[in-house]
């Protein structure tokens, strides 16, 4: 349950979501995958302390970090730049709040979406193999040829279905695969 507002404190954590409602962010506590919105629906939640192990195995995001230079504040690929790729596909479906200024909030970034933390992984998972492809057109036609052969057989849904299982997302104390 939300604690009482201390008089005197801004509004600038609140964060208007795609559908139109408002949270406050610090009333999204750092576990939370979901949100049941007064709208009816379910919105995904990410935050920056999340990491991109959410979406995809441990060895995945190890050769991201390995491979991918940033131009950023940030010291290797992760979470924000994932949520940056998905903000980029879905602009309007996506909420962000910067509250790295709040003190009462574990994290700096938080990312609210339109659809649900299913869907979300889902499209990250696109995504990801959408930077894995290009990745790997850069490389030798025969390395090229054999990602796209292999990509035909990969059932994204399917992944999805399975990671999650594995990841036992019941609970905010998962562990990385």
Do not use: K, N
Request: some cysteine; hydrophobic content about 40%; charged content about 30%.
């Amino acid at each position: 349950m939300p604690t009482p507002r201390v008089p005197g404190t801004d509004d600038d954590d609140v964060l208007e979501l795609p559908c139109g409602e408002t949270v406050r962010a610090v009333d999204i506590d750092m576990g939370l995958r979901e949100l049941d919105c007064a709208c009816g629906d379910r919105h995904a939640v990410v935050v920056d302390a999340h990491p991109v192990s959410r979406f995809v195995p441990e060895s995945i995001v190890e050769v991201f970090a390995e491979t991918i230079e940033t131009a950023d504040e940030f010291p290797e690929f992760g979470t924000p730049h994932v949520m940056g790729m998905v903000l980029e596909e879905f602009p309007e479906e996506v909420s962000i709040a910067d509250v790295s200024d709040d003190g009462r909030v574990g994290y700096a970034l938080v990312w609210v979406t339109e659809f649900a933390s299913r869907r979300l992984h889902e499209i990250v998972v696109e995504l990801l193999v959408e930077l894995m492809e290009h990745a790997a057109s850069h490389g030798d036609e025969a390395t090229a040829t054999e990602f796209e052969r292999q990509m035909t057989e990969f059932d994204i849904g399917a992944f999805v279905d399975q990671y999650r299982r594995e990841r036992e997302f019941e609970s905010e104390f998962d562990a990385p695969v």
